[in-house]
């Protein structure tokens, strides 16, 4: 079983920037492939970006050069680096740990982009 807390969410206005966090129970976090994933009201839940147990990331085409996913996997953590923050990326965002198809996620934190 694996606990993920988020932190980091806010209101923040067009351009600017935000850092989240995540913080793993995992007994071996390095062995989980980290996540963090969106939700706007009224749409489905979707990919941001992705960072495999040997570092490699993937992103969703509407935030690359924008974010940037990473891990530390001694500390337990995963972080999103969000910059030039638009309006539609406001949306919940949820840290989503995997490892052999099994699927932990944590409670989300909501992320406001607006003026």
């Known amino acids: 079983q694996v606990q993920l807390v988020e932190s980091g969410g806010g209101l923040v206005q067009p351009g600017g920037s935000l850092r989240l966090s995540c913080a793993a129970s995992a007994t071996i976090f390095s062995i989980y492939i980290m996540g963090w994933y969106r939700q706007a009201p009224g749409k489905q839940r979707e990919l941001v970006a992705i960072?495999?147990?040997?570092?490699?990331?993937n992103y969703a085409d509407s935030v690359k050069g924008r974010f940037t996913i990473s891990r530390d996997n001694a500390k337990k953590m995963v972080y999103l680096q969000m910059n030039s923050l638009k309006p539609e990326d406001t949306a919940v965002y949820y840290c989503n740990a995997n490892h052999s198809r099994v699927n932990y996620w944590g409670q989300g934190t909501q992320v406001t982009v607006s003026s």
């Open positions: 960072i495999t147990t040997g570092g490699r990331t």
